[in-house]
Antibody, heavy 125, light 110 residues
Framework: QVQLQESGPGLVKPSETLSLTCTVS????????WSWIRQPPGKGLEWIGY???????DYNPSLKSRVTMSVDTSKNQFSLKLTSVTAADTAVYYC???????????????????WGQGTLVTVSS | QSVLTQPPSVSGAPGQRVTISCTGS?????????VHWYQQLPGTAPKLLIY???NRPSGVPDRFSGSKSGTSASLAITGLQAEDEADYYC??????????FGTGTKVTVL
């Protein structure tokens, strides 16, 4: 059973950089996509981006200029950096495995089948 | 603002059937774009409920079912139970925005 666990500071000052790490256990980080998703208090889910185990990435266009993701296969970990944070970046941050499958017509489909428990990051001075 | 629109809330009595809609466009729901559903119980992480429009992962009760028609998808819960009270989100892939989530629907069991 794959398990994910987020770790990092729970409080970040405005204009600074938010840094989180997700540790994967019960399976290898290799041969899968991994994502970060966030949820502001009382609001819906927002996809931040994904990283493939090889290091290739894709980010939400609205956050692309501030986001960097990286992967460390030797530690079975992947990470998120979000720069120049403001109060609007206060949220519960989840890491998740982005699974790839094929539907009955042969099209690719992408969904999140394993999630971490989430970690609240508050941006405040 | 999400490109996938869901009703803010739906409610039903125990044992009833409720449905949640997820409305998108040709760039995110339709041929080549599958819809997936997640259940988020209060204070917990989302859990995959339906993938590929209508498939249930192992362990998900068959009271939950998904369907898709055109650029809309639906999640149905039959035999509503108190434990189904949660937030539900649809998710798909958008040709421009990549992975996108719906606005979310709160299900209340009366």
């Amino acid at each position: 059973q794959v398990q994910l666990q987020e770790s990092g500071p729970g409080l970040v000052k405005p204009s600074e950089t938010l840094s989180l790490t997700c540790t994967v256990s019960g399976g290898s980080i290799s041969s899968s996509y991994w994502s970060w998703i966030r949820q502001p208090p009382g609001k819906g889910l927002e996809w931040i981006g994904y990283i493939y185990y090889s290091g290739s990435t894709d980010y939400n266009p609205s956050l692309k200029s501030r986001v960097t993701m990286s992967v460390d296969t030797s530690k079975n970990q992947f990470s998120l950096k979000l720069t120049s944070v403001t109060a609007a970046d206060t949220a519960v941050y989840y890491c998740a495995r982005r699974s790839v499958g094929y539907d009955s017509s042969g099209y690719y489909m992408y969904y999140f089948d394993y999630w971490g428990q989430g970690t609240l990051v508050t941006v405040s001075s | 603002q999400s490109v996938l629109t869901q009703p803010p809330s739906v409610s039903g009595a125990p044992g009833q059937r409720v449905t949640i809609s997820c409305t998108g466009s040709s760039s995110n729901i339709g041929p080549g774009y599958d819809v997936h559903w997640y259940q988020q119980l209060p204070g917990t992480a989302p859990k995959l409920l339906i993938y590929g429009d209508s498939n249930r992962p192992s362990g998900v009760p068959d009271r939950f079912s998904g369907s898709k028609s055109g650029t809309s998808a639906s999640l149905a819960i039959t035999g509503l139970q108190a434990e189904d009270e949660a937030d539900y989100y649809c998710q798909s892939y958008d040709s421009s925005l990549r992975d996108v989530f719906g606005t979310g629907t709160k299900v209340t069991v009366l």
